[in-house]
């Protein structure tokens, strides 16, 4: 079955940086197509960061665009987000999605299980 593990969260000072990554994994054959980061802070709704087509064109959110890059490895089936300039607000659990097709099956979207960032002094 399609897993997506996460990697990369903690505690960081405001203004600091920190490397989220989320590999993508299947006991059968599979592509990996659009990747998104999101993320949802207590009592808030989750909210789309970043997406990156299968071709490599990106999306980003107002409130990130500018200082948070998303890419990937695609030989690694692998999504990256690279945040940089880090404020109190951007505290949240961040999940990673991914809409996958795996052999004998349609295309599914799938979720990481969520790494906690914390933006604070």
């Known amino acids: 079955q399609v897993q997506l593990v996460e990697s990369g969260g903690g505690l960081v000072q405001p203004g600091g940086s920190l490397r989220l990554s989320c590999a993508a994994s299947?006991?059968?054959?599979?592509?990996?197509?659009?990747m998104e980061w999101y993320r949802q802070a207590p009592g808030k709704q989750r909210d789309v960061v970043a997406t990156?087509?299968?071709?490599?064109?990106?999306n980003y959110a107002d409130f990130v665009r500018g200082r948070f890059t998303i890419s990937r490895d695609s030989a690694k089936n692998t999504v990256y987000l690279q945040m940089d300039s880090l404020k109190p607000e951007d505290t949240a659990v961040y999940y990673c999605y991914a809409n996958i097709w795996a052999v004998g099956a349609h295309e599914t979207g799938y979720w990481g299980q969520g790494t906690q960032v914390t933006v604070s002094s």
């Open positions: 990156i087509t299968r071709s490599g064109s990106t």
């Open positions: 299947a006991g059968t054959m599979f592509r990996v197509n659009t």
